[in-house]
């Protein structure tokens, strides 16, 4: 077997000619770095804005997957730990007790857990939630509108065209950048 011959005394225009081959090659490798940071920050996924939700629980019935990819979520700071929470309980409720007839989620998704008396915690059971925003409505209209709704970016499936983004009547729908994935409600937005 032969060994490859490496090339001795290289001459001017060899040199050059490498030289130039090396500024296009690491030019090129520029250009691919630059394309590849461009395609990464043009990455992005579907979320709903929740201070655009209108709830008309269109959420629960337009995703693609069978049980939806949005799903209700709890921002604790900004829960009131109410004893009657608007967002668990039916408007008119047989007594304040976790029985199925009291409360307003179809699924019994929400959790109610006492605390210190007279503060009670609310906990959302994601896999159970269908995402139909009927909690996310009785919060907002009576409540401290803890509960929104969220795409859930482990269940999304990203779909080109969303279809309930397509569907939503008040245009809560956007792309976010794949790396913030999430539009969450804090504090400084609350009316
Ligand atoms: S479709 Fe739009 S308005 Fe309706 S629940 Fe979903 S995000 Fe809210
Ligand atoms: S009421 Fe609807 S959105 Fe709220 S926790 Fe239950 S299933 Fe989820
Ligand atoms: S992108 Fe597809 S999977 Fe994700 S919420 Fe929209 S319809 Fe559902």
Redesign the pocket.
């Known amino acids: 077997m032969t060994m490859p011959e490496i090339p001795q005394n290289p001459s001017r225009r060899g040199f050059l000619g490498g030289g130039l081959r090396g500024a296009f090659l690491f030019l090129l490798g520029a250009a691919s770095t630059l394309l590849g940071r461009n395609t990464q920050k043009e990455k992005t996924v579907w979320q709903l804005d929740p201070y655009k939700c209108i709830q008309c629980t269109r959420c ?1 019935t337009e995703c693609v997957l069978e049980v939806s990819a949005v ?2 979520v709890q921002a604790y700071p900004i829960c009131g730990y109410c004893k009657l929470c608007t ?1 668990y309980f039916d408007p008119q409720p047989v007594s304040l007790n976790t029985a199925a007839e009291n409360q ?7 959790k109610r857990k006492a605390l210190e008396d007279p503060y009670y915690e609310y906990t ?2 994601e896999p ?9 409505k009785g919060c907002v209209l009576f409540g401290n509108g803890s ?1 929104f ?1 969220q795409v859930r970016h482990d269940r999304c499936l990203n779909c080109n065209d969303c279809s309930i983004a397509r569907g939503c009547p008040a245009q809560a729908f956007k792309r976010v950048p794949a790396s913030q994935p999430y539009l969450l409600k804090d504090r400084e937005h609350q009316a």
């Not at 159970?128 to 996310?136: D, E, L, M, P, S």
């Open positions: 629960a799903k209700c967002g307003l989620c179809p699924v019994g998704a929400i959302i059971d159970v939630c269908i995402g139909c925003a009927k909690c996310v509960f709704l």
